[in-house]
């Protein structure tokens, strides 16, 4: 293997080293190290690029690029959402990224993401807890057991300490499989019966389902006061989980305005109705949670910058672990303005 200055091959992070490097550096550890690094990254939030993600909509689901850079690095991810995939054996979501230098335009890094998604998107709840949650939240109800699940049961438990999880699914196999691969790892696991019942004497309430809807997933007579409320499933246009009222009721926070209004929670609401950008809570240019009893709303939709993040977080890991394959990406003639001589000199060589 060489080293990651080799100027041209683009090194790859395959979904088999992706989840060695988890494993090696060990899960609570990745989430709290890319929790630190999508902090660092919303503390400098004025420096990037932004713009709502581009998505293509189709009758099954969508496909979107989430570009965005910060004057030096430049990354974007292409992620699919399609609700029916699953009941085809496949991935609701899934994904894959890249990092390049702002200099010279070369990737640096191109790197699987739909494990990393997962872990970032988990990695992003657990920030936006941590500055909304009640103090000493310990018990967390998770509807929708599906990919995403476990890994926002890890998150919560690595950066806020959540050891009690209240599980539902539609789908009680969803459930029972969540449960079965989170066992062993600290927590009090109840499976529910009912979304009514996953509630009861929640500090927490993670909302990650997939349906191509406006579905109430949650009504307004499930929310107390004091709850933090991680919505994570609605996050595209016609697809949310919560119902109006509950809007009305909490203080709502958002990654990026301009795109979660299009594709949060908040489409429900009036365009000029006002949110919390999550980046000024962290920043303490805002006020977080106001008291005990107020309902605070992170309206999760997933922002660029949080990819941005991950992936600068796993390229910081490659040199040590060594987990990744360097790609010939990038075409290399002797004479940079000789890219057919290569060609030829390719023929000549095959023709011996
Ligand atoms: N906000 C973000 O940054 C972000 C990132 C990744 C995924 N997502 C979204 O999160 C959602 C979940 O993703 P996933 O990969 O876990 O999908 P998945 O298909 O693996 O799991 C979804 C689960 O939701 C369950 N479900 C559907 N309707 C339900 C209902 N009414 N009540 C209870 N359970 C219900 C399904 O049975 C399934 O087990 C998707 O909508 C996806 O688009 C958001």
Redesign the pocket.
């Known amino acids: 293997m060489t080293t990651l200055k080799n100027l041209n091959t683009v090194p790859f992070v395959s979904v088999d080293h992706m989840m060695k490097l988890v494993l090696t550096v060990g899960t609570d550890t990745f989430l709290t190290e890319l929790a630190a690094v999508i902090e660092e990254d919303f503390l400098r939030w004025e420096q990037f690029d932004k713009t709502p993600r581009i998505a293509s909509h189709s009758d099954e689901g969508v496909i979107e690029l989430m570009p965005t850079s910060d004057g030096t690095l430049y990354g974007f991810k292409y992620?699919n959402?399609h609700?029916k995939?699953?009941r085809e054996g496949r991935?609701?979501?899934t994904a894959f990224g890249v990092l390049s230098d702002v200099g010279n335009g070369y990737p640096m890094l191109l790197s699987e993401m739909t494990i990393l998604?997962?872990l970032?998107?988990a990695a992003?709840?657990a920030v936006a807890a941590k500055h909304l949650a009640r103090q000493g939240s310990k018990t967390m109800a998770i509807?929708?057991?599906?990919?995403?699940?476990e890994f926002q049961a890890l998150a919560f438990k690595a950066i806020l300490g959540v050891n009690e999880l209240r599980l539902?699914?539609?789908?009680p196999a969803?459930t029972d499989r969540c449960a079965s691969n989170l066992a062993g790892q600290g927590f009090t696991i109840i499976k529910c019966a009912t979304?009514q019942e996953a509630v009861e004497g929640a500090d927490i309430i993670t909302t990650?389902?997939?349906?191509k809807q406006c579905?109430t997933?949650l009504s307004d007579n499930m929310v107390g006061p004091g709850v933090h409320i991680n919505a994570?499933?609605?996050?595209?246009p016609g697809?949310t989980?919560l119902h109006k009222d509950i809007l009305l009721r909490s203080d709502i926070f958002v990654e990026y305005p301009p795109q979660t209004r299009i594709e949060g929670e908040i489409q429900q609401l009036d365009a000029d109705y006002p949110v919390k950008e999550l980046w000024e809570v962290m920043a303490g240019k805002i006020e977080g949670r106001q008291s005990d009893r107020a309902i605070t709303l992170f309206d999760?939709?997933?922002?660029a910058i949080?990819d941005f993040s991950a992936l600068r977080y796993v390229r910081s890991k490659l040199e040590e672990t060594g987990l990744y394959t360097e790609l010939d990406l990038l075409a290399d003639p002797d004479e940079p303005r000789d890219l057919y001589g290569m060609l030829l000199r390719c023929e000549q060589s095959l023709q011996g």
């Open positions: 992620v959402g609700p995939n699953t991935q609701t979501v998604t997962a970032r998107t992003m709840s509807i929708g057991n599906g990919a995403q699940s539902y699914d539609l789908d969803a979304s990650v389902t997939a349906d579905a997933i994570v499933g609605g996050d595209c697809k989980e999760s939709v997933g922002f949080e």
